[in-house]
């Protein structure tokens, strides 16, 4: 059977309709070729939604926006069809809510599921809801704030009228005149602060020598406190059985004693006498320091070179055997000695009177420690030279030895040396 053109273009024509059909509904969101639930959502404001509007169910497109008209009691109110194609049932209960899609303003109607064991028809009327867009959000939360900056600068306001009226000009002379005391003060406290801390620095073994020493005499008048309660009762009894007359006659014995001793002392001031002269003339005081000084270094020198001064014989088979002295200390090239002086908390100027003329005092910081040392050498016998002229006047100076500037213990850096 030969179909006509006119039946061609008659069928050609007709599916083109169907396809125009179905794809206008298609860009609006329907899909004909599905079923759908249809829900009817009742709304005072629809806050500019428009019909193909998403509808989700937990974030997933379940349905679209098919109609909104107003509804027929001239109430104002907007009624809003919602076509649901998924098969997923509401419970009673469901709500369908307008919410914001993004910042830009776009709508989406959101589904919240209700707990009901029975579930909304076809045509049903569902509850609706309306979320608050952003500037009501923001509005919110910005009200109180702007409330409680009001009432603030009304605060300030007033504190600075107030200020403004003490503040005159006698008032900032006398602020400005209590400030620099106050500087001062400060200062003078810091400069006390200072010197109180040295003192304490250089002084702290001797104080903590004098605690220990109150510490014992004290357990030691506790522990003997009978015994001088017994000495007092003899001194008392002692006292009572001396006759009048007999002190008497032993303060005038002391009288003509102290009598004699000024003649005594007045020969000594006028160098009468051997031990007048001892006192007055400081050459035999000289010579003393001189002959101590030249016995110290004899004594170093001793000790550094003992084969000088020592020879030790043995016999081995009749033979004369002579022991050679111990090697001395070798000079490494990464090896320094230095005497350590004291440790301080705060800095010392290095011409301070706390080092008593000692020269080239050099300072170092470790920590938060400041480090003084007096001398620094590569030959071990060389600073114990320097060691032994420094503890005249600091008997508390010790050696310490560095490893390419780095702290060794004395005796590592002796056994190094002496390889």
Not at 143 to 171: C, F, Q
Not at 360 to 379: P, Q
């Amino acid at each position: 059977m030969k179909i006509s053109k006119t039946s061609k273009i008659g069928i050609v024509l007709a599916i083109s309709l169907m396809v125009l059909v179905w794809g206008i509904n298609f860009l609006k969101g329907r899909d004909i070729l599905r079923t759908e639930k249809v829900y009817i959502a009742r709304y005072k404001n629809v806050g500019g939604l428009e019909v193909s509007t998403v509808v989700q169910l937990n974030g997933l497109k379940i349905g679209y926006v098919r109609e909104i008209y107003f509804s027929d009691d001239l109430s104002g109110d907007l009624i809003v069809k919602i076509a649901v194609f998924n098969k997923f049932p509401l419970p009673v209960g469901t709500t369908a809510e307008i919410a914001n899609n993004d910042l830009l303003g776009s709508k989406v109607v959101k589904l919240s599921l209700g707990k009901s064991s029975q579930f909304y028809q076809h045509n049903d009327t569902i509850k609706t809801k309306i979320e608050s867009d952003l500037m009501s959000q923001v509005t919110e939360q910005i009200a109180p704030i702007k409330a409680k900056a009001e009432r603030l600068i009304v605060s300030l306001d007033s504190i600075v009228s107030g200020v403004s009226i003490l503040l005159n000009s006698e008032s900032r002379r006398n602020i400005e005149k209590s400030l620099k005391q106050i500087s001062l003060t400060m200062e003078n406290l810091e400069q006390i602060s200072s010197d109180l801390s040295i003192v304490v620095g250089t002084q702290k073994t001797n104080l903590s020598a004098s605690i220990v020493n109150l510490k014992e005499l004290t357990e030691n008048l506790n522990k003997d406190s009978k015994a001088l309660g017994k000495i007092l009762n003899n001194f008392s009894a002692i006292s009572d059985s001396i006759n009048p007359s007999e002190l008497n006659s032993i303060i005038t014995h002391l009288n003509k004693s102290t009598a004699g001793l000024e003649t005594i002392l007045s020969n000594i001031n006028n160098s009468n006498g051997t031990l007048g002269l001892l006192v007055k003339d400081s050459t035999l005081y000289n010579q003393l320091a001189e002959s101590g000084e030249n016995l110290n270094r004899l004594l170093v020198d001793l000790k550094i070179n003992p084969h000088r001064y020592l020879k030790i014989a043995a016999f081995n088979f009749g033979k004369e055997v002579y022991l050679a002295p111990g090697s001395k200390y070798k000079t490494i090239e990464n090896i320094d000695f230095k005497v350590f002086l004291f440790s301080s908390n705060v800095q010392i100027p290095l011409e301070s009177s706390i080092f008593q003329g000692i020269k080239d005092v050099k300072e170092s910081i470790e920590g938060s420690k400041f480090l003084y040392f007096a001398g620094e050498d590569k030959s071990y016998d060389k600073i114990r030279m320097i060691l032994n002229k420094v503890q005249l006047s600091f008997p508390q100076a010790t050696l310490k030895a560095y490893q390419n500037k780095d702290e060794i213990s004395l005796k590592k850096a002796l056994k190094i040396c002496s390889k």
